[in-house]
Nanobody
Framework: QLQLVESGGGLVQPGGSLRLSCSAS????????IGWFRQAPGKAREGISC????????NYAVSVKGRFTISRDNAKNTVYLRMNSLRPEDTAVYYC??????????????????WGQGTPVTVSS
């Protein structure tokens, strides 16, 4: 069973920072691009970032560009999402996902085959 597991979510004040992790089991993470998505209560899931296998691609949604940084450590089978200058509108459940191996970063979430269960992030005073 291929599996992705997110961690690092929690409660943070506006302007604060948080680092999320996406860890893989059942396959070698270095063979897969990894995307980050989020879903706020009552809203559709949206893609916010993606990193390719060789780090030649690092994409960000306009809403997070300049505040969030995606990175990977293939030796640890982990992808990270560093979130700075957090705002209340960043409150959501955050998911990582992988498309088929050795492909780039698809724009459509339907192209991602493997999904974690999500980690909640709440930005509030």
């Amino acid at each position: 069973q291929l599996q992705l597991v997110e961690s690092g979510g929690g409660l943070v004040q506006p302007g604060g920072s948080l680092r999320l992790s996406c860890s893989a089991s059942g396959f070698t993470l270095g063979s897969y691009s990894i995307g980050w998505f989020r879903q706020a209560p009552g809203k559709a899931r949206e893609g916010i970032s993606c990193i390719s296998t060789t780090d030649s691609i690092r994409n960000y949604a306009v809403s997070v560009k300049g505040r969030f940084t995606i990175s990977r450590d293939n030796a640890k089978n982990t992808v990270y999402l560093r979130m700075n200058s957090l705002r209340p509108e960043d409150t959501a459940v955050y998911y990582c996902a992988a498309p088929p191996r050795n492909v780039g970063c698809p724009g459509a979430e339907e192209r991602y085959d493997y999904w974690g269960q999500g980690t909640p992030v709440t930005v509030s005073s």
